[in-house]
């Protein structure tokens, strides 16, 4: 089991930039795949982007791809969300999780572990 802590959330106008960070525990970091989900209210949750183990693979949602970059650090058990050109529309909670797929994994059903959360809000 992994357990899974996500920050960096806030408040930002559209075009602006935010970095989300999320750090594993209870597991060996550089043998699991990691993931980034996203659920706005009213909506379900959804597949943002996922990192192989290695950090050589990697998969972005249509939605996001050009203006989010997700990458990890394994020395600090961290994974991260880089998102750029945010719009309003990418206001959401986010979530990180952990896979132990040896491919890049995109469904939610693909992951066991789970983050709490963090709240992203971006203002038009």
């Known amino acids: 089991q992994v357990q899974l802590v996500e920050s960096g959330g806030g408040l930002v106008q559209a075009g602006g930039s935010l970095r989300l960070s999320c750090t594993a525990s209870?597991?060996?970091?550089?043998?699991?795949?990691m993931g980034w989900f996203r659920q706005a209210p009213g909506k379900e949750r959804e597949f943002v982007a996922s990192?192989?183990?290695?950090?050589?693979?990697?998969y972005y949602a249509d939605s996001v791809k050009g203006r989010f970059t997700i990458s990890r650090d394994n020395a600090k058990n961290t994974v991260y969300l880089q998102m750029n050109t945010l719009k309003p529309e990418d206001t959401a909670v986010y979530y990180c999780?952990?896979?132990?797929?040896?491919?890049?994994?995109?469904?939610?059903?693909?992951?066991?572990?789970w983050g709490q959360g963090t709240q992203v809000t971006v203002s038009s």
């Open positions: 999780a952990a896979s132990s797929a040896v491919f890049v994994p995109i469904t939610i059903d693909d992951y066991r572990d």
């Open positions: 990192i192989s183990w290695s950090g050589q693979g990697t």
């Open positions: 209870g597991r060996t970091f550089s043998s699991i795949a």
